[in-house]
């Protein structure tokens, strides 16, 4: 129930985040110089920043500042977690996806941070940065906020400062409850969680309206949470490149959930290039098992002549070309790419809200295509391509072997060194959130075929020197 709790207050922290695993392993059209169906993603001015002040906001900071009040939260999910972050004070002994902040009007609470989305365990280890791929959307979790409403108000009361300060986020969560729903666990909603907020706050001042202003689309996209290692390297966010301009202003939405208004987004803004500073120093995590350093070498040779135009060179010669690649040439999943074809308002209206102005403005661009996302530390971020439908690079890499139906253990030590990726049962339908159905609007595990010109030998040598990244 706690992990649930955090995901579903935080969810919101990777909004629409960055891309990874979408595209093209694309051969160059010399006529143009770029691979055929690629366009150029120019890049954008970011602001500088302090990284070990961004870190302790990372894990100290108030970018949501309403949640349970401490006492509630230590008395119903006690208080003596594992030391992950060797945080120290208030926030010793919580859970390391929360933290306590004191709220506007001086109440403590206990709220969810970034980590709730971008940290994940594997084999054992807290890896902050890991998109998490083990949480669970299936079900509304506007019932448990219910609870939580009778608990507060009994303790406190409804007019007491303790109530003023969790309400917030008891009323965002139970108003996104029912939209983020998805169909398989793994998966984020980011987007929709996005879209029900946009619908419930005004541009001009970025405060709560009861009343949604838009249609709200009841499906959600599912989305597989990136690496925050990448950004460094990207000049747009988001899968879709749909997030241009100053990254540290685009990220500040998660504030969203809870504000209760752009005051609180400008002291975030603040904060912000500090953290984007400190995830700028952030490496991907080596490859932890035995590497066949000739398979690789060969491997390096195939992969720099059949996919570097795409994702770049690695070592010492490191390039990233920050393509975008239409969806006509790379046939993944369409849902994502057209949802913000389909829904203009959302974009119109964070363009026209605070987060759009200003020297370091936010802008959300729609495409019709997604991002080749650099692949350091591909090894760990399974499973593959926007949403998540693909469990090993292998298969990524030899499409007639995706499975339509799989299933695995979600144990994050449970990996295949061979395949590359998570260990999964074949299954013949759904029987289960546990079973991921790529027959579903959304899930689709087809397109990024490049790799189906390469023969087993080849592929396999590809998959040693993808280990190296």
């Given at each position: ?360 403005k936010g802008q959300l661009l729609p495409n019709k295509g997604y991002i080749a996302p650099p692949l350091d530390g591909i090894w760990a971020t ?88």
């Amino acid at each position: 129930m706690l992990s649930r709790l955090a995901l579903f207050l935080a969810a919101t922290i990777v909004l629409l985040a960055n891309c990874r695993h979408d595209v093209i392993d694309g051969v160059p059209d010399d006529t143009i110089g770029l691979p055929p169906g690629t366009s150029f993603l120019e890049p954008s001015a970011q602001r500088s920043g302090d990284p070990d002040a961004g870190y302790q906001y990372l894990i100290y900071g108030n970018y949501i500042g309403s949640g349970i009040p401490l006492q509630v939260f230590k008395q119903f999910f006690g208080g003596n977690s594992p030391d992950d972050l060797g945080r120290s004070g208030d926030a010793d002994g919580i859970p390391f996806n929360f933290n306590v902040v004191t709220a506007s009007n001086g109440v403590k609470v206990v709220a969810p941070t970034c980590l709730t989305c971008h940290a994940e365990r594997l084999n054992g280890q807290l890896i902050v940065g890991l998109g998490n791929n083990t949480s669970d959307h299936t079900n509304n979790q506007a019932s448990m906020f219910q609870t939580a409403d009778l608990a507060v108000k009994l303790l406190y009361g409804q007019n007491s400062p303790e109530w003023n300060a969790y309400y917030p986020a008891s009323r965002a969560s139970q108003t996104i409850g029912p939209y983020i729903l998805t169909k398989t666990r793994g998966v984020n909603p980011a987007d929709k969680i996005f879209a029900t907020l946009a619908a419930h706050r005004r541009s001009v001042d970025l405060a709560w309206i009861d009343a949604a202003q838009f249609n709200i689309p009841l499906e959600a996209v599912p989305t597989d949470v990136p690496a925050w290692w990448l950004m460094k390297k990207k000049n747009a966010l988001y899968y879709n490149a749909l997030g241009r301009g100053d990254f540290a202003r685009l990220s500040t939405a998660s504030g969203m959930l809870t504000m209760l208004d752009s005051t609180e987004a400008r002291q975030a803004d603040e904060k912000f290039p500090d953290l984007m500073a400190w995830i700028r120093t952030l490496e991907a995590p080596a490859y932890p098992y035995s590497i066949d350093q000739t398979l690789a070498a060969q491997g390096k040779l195939l992969f720099e002549n059949k996919c570097s135009k795409c994702h770049g060179k690695y070592g010492a010669e490191e390039t990233y070309p920050n393509l975008l690649v239409e969806l006509s040439t790379v046939k993944t999943d369409t849902m994502l790419a057209n949802s913000y074809q389909l829904y203009p308002e959302y974009a119109n209206w964070y363009n026209e809200s605070w987060y759009g102005q200003g020297p370091h403005k936010g802008q959300l661009l729609p495409n019709k295509g997604y991002i080749a996302p650099p692949l350091d530390g591909i090894w760990a971020t399974a499973p593959y391509l926007h949403n998540a439908s693909v469990p090993t690079l292998d298969d990524l890499l030899h499409s007639a072997q995706r499975p339509k139906y799989w299933k695995r253990t979600y144990d994050n030590s449970d990996y295949n060194q061979v395949k590359m990726g998570w260990n999964y049962s074949v299954e013949t339908s759904k029987t289960g959130i546990d079973t991921y159905d790529t027959t579903l609007p959304g899930y689709n595990n087809g397109g990024h075929t490049f790799g189906d010109v390469l023969s087993d030998s080849e592929r396999m040598a590809v998959l040693e020197y993808l280990k190296t990244l």
